[in-house]
């Protein structure tokens, strides 16, 4: 093929047609005064330019300065990464100092209120026996119009104000409202999170010679039948074996969350990656939509009843910024409740992981610390649930915990007051409820590694049966 410029980085036209060769020489006679056309290599690259690049020249300088700013942009990037990292872990260290705090200001509470009312019990009854025997003496000559006690002629000049009454004898309302101001400046310092904290012991309980084996018709592979006031284990199988959690993740989840918040009616945005994160795992979600602006209360229910993957990870991000930092809070949590060694967990949903692992049993004891938590209680409890009004879903969502509301049509020798599901393929099916019996007591069932949901709803059933008086 033959080029396109001579020796002298001349355009020669090599592929152009007659007509327009014949053009562009008329072209540039006109404007060279009858001279042959020749375009130098500026202006074919000019020509070029303006066909590939809009008109527009490209020279190194300005390509080397494009990839400056570009390295600059991803350090940028970098930077503002770092940065955010950097305020999560300052926002869940400023939660633990916190929580610190409170639990400090409990200690602290109790022996204070204590001291001081017995302060004034003993200053009362001192002013009291002061009174009496100075009453034997003297008689009361008159109840002025201000309502005060004048003694005799003679007395010393004692009056005493008759508004306020403590131990017998009667103080300076002042007193009081000093009091009370205390009393509320100290209220005031004390964090209130959802249901407070449970005085309840942990749940501790233990096989003994009446334990039995689960009935051979329980089709669960691992199971365990707990009296809660007894903590006696009725009935097992498996109850110890380490097993894949599932979404029964979720009862620890919405215990650490209410925990460590304090507003239910807080608003969360639910972000695009939230919505990736719960669609690549392949988890159930409660209906949120991306950039739907939620309650905080939306997400517990929505984490709950429906088992949401993107309800609990809103959760978990506006507790503690982030998921990682919000599933350390969940394995200090497994430590407070003696659990560490047997439970660990990684994430907060319930997705299958290596190293996220649990035991029958621990998953009782997590349910009984979540329904010694009030809102837990409520939340796991509820059987129908409508989510807030919002643009995206204008009459709410309608939530439901279908194991409740499956299972109270059965005769459980009682009621099911809580309940959570999961399903991983390497769990199967399993469940964990709390019931209180005909005879007024708390039982807790759970089970896993069943083949189907409604045989792990029966197996509930069958050991509620068995063991619960009818």
């Known amino acids: 093929m033959s080029s396109k410029y001579n020796n002298e980085d001349r355009y020669i036209g090599g592929t152009r047609s007659r007509d327009s060769s014949q053009d562009t020489a008329q072209d540039a006679g006109s404007r060279n005064s009858g001279e042959t056309a020749q375009f130098s290599a500026e202006e074919i690259a000019a020509v070029l330019a303006k066909s590939y690049l809009g008109g527009r020249v490209v020279s190194g300088k300005e390509s080397e300065n494009k990839g400056n700013r570009d390295s600059r942009s991803d350090e940028e990037r970098e930077t503002e990464e770092k940065e955010r990292e950097t305020r999560r872990r300052q926002r869940v260290q400023e939660m633990r100092r916190r929580k610190k705090r409170q639990e400090q200001m409990r200690r602290l509470m109790l022996p204070c209120t204590v001291a001081l009312v017995v302060c004034v019990i003993l200053v009362g009854l001192g002013i009291s026996r002061l009174v009496r025997r100075h009453g034997k003496q003297q008689s009361v000559q008159h109840i002025d119009g201000t309502g005060e006690i004048v003694l005799n002629e003679g007395s010393p000049d004692i009056t005493y104000a008759s508004t306020l009454s403590i131990a017998g004898c009667y103080v300076d309302t002042t007193i009081a409202d000093s009091i009370a101001d205390e009393l509320a400046l100290a209220d005031s310092l004390i964090v209130r999170t959802l249901g407070g904290r449970s005085k309840e012991p942990v749940l501790a309980a233990f096989a003994d010679e009446a ?72 988890c159930s979600n409660a209906g949120f939509d991306v950039g739907e602006k939620v309650t905080v209360k939306d997400l ?165 049966q068995e063991f619960l008086p009818e």
């Not at 059965?410 to 469940?431: F, I, P, W």
């Open 211 to 282: 334990t039995v084996s689960a009935d051979s018709e329980v089709m669960s592979e691992n199971v365990v039948f707990i009296d809660v006031e007894a903590g006696r284990i009725l009935g097992q199988r498996g109850a110890r074996d380490r097993i894949p959690p599932a979404s029964m993740t979720k009862i620890l989840t919405v215990l650490v969350a209410a925990e460590h918040i304090t507003d239910v009616e807080d608003t969360f945005v639910i972000t695009q990656d939230i919505m990736n994160y719960s669609f690549v795992n392949g």
């Open 300 to 464: 517990f229910y929505g984490t709950a009843l429906p088992s949401g993957g993107e309800a609990a990870l809103g959760l978990a991000v506006y507790v503690a910024g982030s998921q990682e930092a919000f599933v350390d809070l969940m394995n200090e949590k497994l430590e407070e409740l003696g659990l560490s060694e047997t439970t660990h967990f990684t994430n907060c949903i319930g997705i299958y992981e290596e190293n996220h692992y649990s035991t029958v049993y621990d998953m009782a004891v997590m349910l009984k610390a979540a329904y010694d938590n009030s809102f837990c209680r409520e939340v796991l409890g509820t059987r129908i649930y409508t989510t807030s009004v919002t643009d995206s879903h204008p009459e709410g969502l309608n939530l439901s915990n279908l194991f409740l509301r499956r299972i109270e049509d059965r005769d459980t020798h009682g009621e099911v007051l809580c309940a959570k599901t999961g399903y991983v393929v390497q769990s199967g099916n399993c469940a964990a409820s709390l019931g209180i019996g005909n005879d007024g007591k708390i039982y807790i069932c759970v089970t896993a590694h069943s083949n189907d949901p409604w045989i792990c709803i029966r197996d509930h059933v069958l050991m509620y």
